[in-house]
T-cell receptor
């Protein structure tokens, strides 16, 4: 069974600094998708960034980028120029191709931004 | 389009009572998902629909839980004979046929007393 592991329950970063959140996953599939979702306090979950496993190039979205290491089954999220609004729970998630629609989530990392 | 809508936002019920939650997905999204999230944990998959067909149910979904999506639009999740362990946030999400990410609602927080 596929699993997603986030080994950092909480992290803190100074405003304007860079922080990296770690995620590893376990799968025997070659075709899959990886996501980072953000869940601010008392607000809904929103997609931050996604990565298709067949793409070697790491995905970027403005201040958010990933380091996708397929052989190591590692998918970390880097947040540059951290802002107070980045404070939230961040969930790493996995989805096996397009035919299997179940998205599996890690337990999350709570990110604190220090002013 | 206002996104995925869930009702109610909060529900407090006594143990043993039945509760029903509603989810309205984004228009024309074929796939609809239910997840459960407890404090400090990631969302756990419960079930999902493609149009009106329920395609997969998690082992977490005991026989006290039932979900429907009668016309392929909104969905309901019913919990019968609620237990304290059912206290959680219940999240609904939807996605279009061809996309890979899911769009989430704000959730229904259930408290069983």
């Amino acid at each position: 069974a596929q699993t997603v592991t986030q080994s950092q329950p909480e992290m803190s970063v100074q405003e304007a600094e860079t922080v990296t959140l770690s995620c590893t996953y376990d799968t025997s599939e070659s075709d899959y998708y990886l996501f980072w979702y953000k869940q601010p306090p008392s607000r809904q979950m929103i997609l931050v960034i996604r990565q298709e496993a067949y793409k070697q190039q790491n995905a970027t979205e403005n201040r958010f980028s990933v380091n996708f290491q397929k052989a190591a089954k590692s998918f970390s999220l880097k947040i540059s120029d951290s802002q107070l609004g980045d404070a939230a729970m961040y969930f790493c998630a996995y989805r096996r191709g397009l035919l299997d629609d179940k998205i599996i989530f890690g337990k999350g990392t709570r990110l604190h931004i220090l002013p | 389009d206002t996104g995925v809508s869930q009702d109610p936002r909060h529900k407090i019920t006594k143990r043993g009572q039945n509760v029903t939650f509603r989810c309205d997905p984004i228009s024309e999204h074929n796939r609809l998902y239910w997840y459960r999230q407890t404090l400090g944990q990631g969302p756990e998959f419960l079930t999902y629909f493609q149009n009106e067909a329920q395609l997969e149910k998690s082992r977490l979904l005991s026989d006290r839980f039932s979900a429907e999506r009668p016309k392929g639009s909104f969905s309901t999740l019913e919990i019968q004979r609620t237990e304290q362990g059912d206290s959680a946030m219940y999240l609904c999400a939807s996605s279009p046929q061809i996309h890979t990410e899911a769009f989430f609602g704000q959730g229904t927080r259930l408290t069983v007393v």
